[in-house]
């Protein structure tokens, strides 16, 4: 994935957030993965190895999608508006997270 691509998904992950259609941190993202609620998960390429093992594991049992940005936690928490660091987000929407999709699809 290219730089400019990386600023599209950050930009439309903002998009997703104001419409109300994302979930922010590993916990609520696990959650919901749980309760099937959760159309893909994007996580942070520099986040910490636990939580990347977490959300990729659970993406794997529940057959979520889990794609990984490159980006550092800090840049993604800006993106949807949070301070400090979020390791990963989900997109509860399925016309989001299939725009989302073709990024990694290329």
Not at 11 to 25: I, M, P, V, Y
Not at 75 to 97: P, Q, R, Y
Request: net charge positive; glycine share 8%.
């Amino acid at each position: 994935m290219t730089e400019s691509e990386a600023l599209r998904v950050l930009s439309t992950l903002g998009l997703c957030k104001k419409a109300g259609r994302l979930l922010s941190g590993t916990p609520a993202c696990c959650d919901a993965m749980r309760a099937g609620k959760l159309c893909a998960v994007i996580y942070a390429q520099t986040a910490a190895e636990n939580s990347k093992k977490r959300i990729c594991d659970k993406a794997k049992t529940y057959s979520v999608p889990a794609f990984s940005l490159p980006v550092t936690p800090e840049a993604l928490a800006k993106s949807v508006g949070k301070a400090g660091a979020v390791a990963a987000v989900g997109i509860t929407d399925e016309g989001f997270a299939g725009a989302l999709r073709k990024y990694w699809d290329n």
